[in-house]
């Protein structure tokens, strides 16, 4: 499955942004789709995560309550609605794929990613 995200750009703090992430090429709902980020000189590290079927979610710590993933399969499309942004927030965001039911939070569960988009939250 080939995957494009979109949606990134620069905002200030506490305003939100909403990132999309565009499917192609095998069937999008066999996939559990995931959502991380990757901060300069940082790991990248997991944000969310939506099963197959959209009824299970997962996400992280640092996010919960502000972010919101989920999916559309009828349009082979994954959202991540993020709200309450903070300057820590800043990162390359990552949209990913993977053969599993459940939503990982484990990059290393995925086996395709989209190129990424920046957000930038400005103080």
């Known amino acids: 499955v080939q995957l494009q995200a979109s949606g990134g750009g620069l905002v200030q703090a506490g305003d939100s942004l909403r990132l999309s992430c565009a499917a192609s090429?095998?069937?999008?709902?066999?996939?559990?789709m995931g959502w991380f980020r990757q901060a300069p000189g940082k790991e990248r590290e997991f944000v969310a995560a939506?099963?197959?079927?959209?009824?299970?979610?997962t996400s992280a710590d640092s996010v919960k309550g502000r972010f919101t993933i989920s999916r559309d399969n009828a349009k082979n499309m994954v959202s991540l609605q993020m709200n309450s942004l903070k300057p820590e927030d800043t990162a390359v965001y990552y949209c990913?794929?993977?053969?599993?039911?459940?939503?990982?939070?484990?990059?290393?569960?995925?086996?395709?990613w989209g190129q990424g988009t920046q957000v930038t939250v400005s103080s």
């Open positions: 090429g095998r069937t999008f709902s066999n996939y559990a």
């Open positions: 939506i099963s197959r079927s959209g009824g299970s979610t």
């Open positions: 990913a794929a993977a053969l599993n039911p459940w939503p990982p939070a484990a990059a290393r569960s995925y086996a395709n």
